[in-house]
């Protein structure tokens, strides 16, 4: 499954780089190197850097919309 992230604030693809820049929950993380969103096996929504560092995202923040990727047909 793929997915698409959207800022509520906003209500565009959220920009995983200026909210590392910008957002005190998301400061630790290395807005250079951003790796970018994934969901936990529990369903949490975490933002990654390329460094190995993490922030779980606030709940009411952003939407998450699932995308359904097709296999090739054999």
């Known amino acids: ?3 698409t992230v ?5 209500g565009r693809e959220a920009d995983a780089k200026q909210i590392a820049l ?7 993380l ?4 951003m790796e970018g969103f994934a969901i936990q096996e529990d369903g949490t929504l975490i933002l990654m850097d390329e460094c190995g560092k993490f922030e779980c ?7 998450v919309i699932m995308t359904q990727t097709r296999l090739p047909y054999h």
Not at 22 to 28: I, N, V
Not at 30 to 33: G, K, T, V
């Open 1 to 3: 499954m793929k997915f």
């Open 6 to 10: 959207i800022d509520r604030q906003t």
């Open 22 to 28: 910008t957002e005190d929950w998301a400061k630790g």
């Open 30 to 33: 290395c807005y250079c190197d």
């Open 57 to 63: 995202c606030p709940t009411d923040r952003f939407t």
